[in-house]
């Protein structure tokens, strides 16, 4: 080994450095088109394939008839798991406001077509019952009001004057003015002796009876003397109205039972050829039929109410009941 002074010993030990140093070889990978990848392969593949579905689509329903197309149609209106289980389904709503449809207060809004079938009929069915049974009232009413006057002389003596008619709003008793024999004196409300006794022996009649009853005062088209701003034939058709319910309610019959007091002066004459005939001037007595009553009452009749909620009560029961089974 030379010495480090000697000559070319420096230059040695440089070479020896230089050949222990690691060698880093650097290599450029070359990517030309790199930038494509293959991603373009699966968009191209979904988008045949979406292609070839619509075709097949358009081909299916060119090829179909029109019955298997409304069969289609009902299906997805209806969807099997919607018509058998009920719930939620864009076809099974009556509207695409949650509870819309028809009728706004509905908080139910999904609900089967067969429900709601099932719901009306019972609403019809429920209303053909209760006009049997108003009919058969009716009838029964005015056997027993005939009954009470041919067996009553007093009655009797005044049959001519008492006019019993079956009208689409019930049975209405009219009891009318004779030329020599009115009702009530003449431009007042009080009440005649003989009218007192027919009103009594209606009113006696009238205390059982289920439905309820309108009264209505008339008169006939002559003009009452103080004139259009004071007192008129509508106060007097009132008051005396007013004066007939006051005697059918002592001789029995309920005041609840009361649908309406009503004065309609010469609006609705007897004789509209003879405007001022005596037999204008009337009482009519109507006891009304559920349909009448709700027509003229609405929503508040009772009748109505009780319609309301049986049909709640059927629709409450109808969503608590189990969905039932299917067979395969």
């Not at 009920?86 to 009556?94: A, I, V």
């Amino acid at each position: 080994m030379p010495p480090p002074n000697a000559p070319g010993g420096a230059q040695a030990g440089a070479a020896n450095e230089k050949k222990l140093q690691p060698i880093i070889i650097k290599r450029v990978k070359k990517g030309d088109h790199g930038h494509h990848g293959g991603a373009w392969k699966i968009a191209y593949a979904d988008f045949m394939t979406a292609m070839m579905a619509f075709f097949l689509l358009m081909w299916l329903l060119g090829s179909t008839s029109k019955g298997d197309l409304q069969g289609i149609a009902a299906y997805f209106n209806s969807p099997l798991k919607v018509a058998m289980n009920g719930g939620d389904g864009s076809g099974n709503s009556s509207s695409i406001i949650p509870g819309g449809g028809t009728d706004l207060a509905r908080i139910h809004g999904q609900v089967k077509r067969s429900e709601a079938d099932s719901n009306d009929q019972s609403r019809q069915s429920l209303r053909h019952v209760r006009a049997q049974q108003d009919a058969q009232r009716i009838k029964a009413l005015r056997a027993k009001i005939d009954a009470m006057i041919s067996s009553n002389a007093t009655l009797n003596e005044y049959k001519s004057q008492i006019r019993m008619d079956v009208t689409p709003d019930g049975l209405q008793i009219q009891i009318v003015d004779e030329q020599n024999r009115p009702m009530f004196d003449i431009g007042s409300a009080i009440v005649k002796p003989y009218m007192r006794d027919i009103l009594r022996e209606v009113g006696a009649a009238l205390g059982g009876v289920e439905n309820r009853i309108s009264l209505a005062g008339h008169t006939d088209a002559a003009p009452y003397g103080t004139g259009e701003k004071g007192y008129s034939n509508w106060e007097l058709s009132t008051d005396r109205a007013n004066a007939s319910r006051r005697e059918l309610v002592v001789a029995g019959m309920p005041n609840d039972k009361l649908a309406r007091v009503v004065g309609l002066a010469a609006s609705d004459l007897l004789h509209p050829d003879d405007p001022r005939a005596p037999q204008n001037r009337r009482i009519t007595i109507t006891v009304l039929t559920h349909e009448a009553e709700e027509r003229l009452l609405g929503k508040q009749a009772p009748s109505a109410q009780q319609d309301n909620k049986l049909e709640s009560e059927n629709m409450e029961k109808q969503e608590n009941s189990p969905p039932a089974r299917q067979t395969p």
